[in-house]
Nanobody
């Protein structure tokens, strides 16, 4: 049973930084593609970033250059470092995992965390 737990959300001023964590239990994330998604009130969920099993990373255009996804195999955790945050980054952020052998990121994910709220406001 794969369990994902996000943490690290909170309230931050525009221009600030947060680091989200996605800790896994039940499996080694080394064999999984990991995605970060977000959903703002009244909007559809959107993909933010992903890391393939082989470490290739992808970013949505609005976060490229500001967000960084990184894996820590020893901690079995994937991080999303978010810098230069903007009010439009406000959303519930979710991590997701899929056992996926390709070097790219999957379109669908099998396992999801419960989400962590990120609010960017002065």
């Amino acid at each position: 049973q794969v369990q994902l737990v996000e943490s690290g959300g909170g309230l931050v001023q525009p221009g600030g930084s947060l680091r989200l964590s996605c800790a896994a239990s039940g499996v080694s994330l080394d064999y999984y593609a990991i995605g970060w998604f977000r959903q703002a009130p009244g909007k559809e969920r959107e993909g933010v970033s992903c890391s393939s099993k082989y470490g290739r990373t992808y970013y949505e255009d609005s976060v490229r250059g500001r967000f960084t996804i990184a894996r820590d195999s020893a901690e079995n955790t994937v991080y999303l470092q978010m810098n230069s945050l903007k009010p439009e980054d406000t959303a519930v952020y979710y991590c997701a995992a899929k056992y996926y052998s390709s070097s790219s990121c999957p379109r669908e994910y099998d396992y999801w965390g419960q989400g962590t709220q990120v609010t960017v406001s002065a």
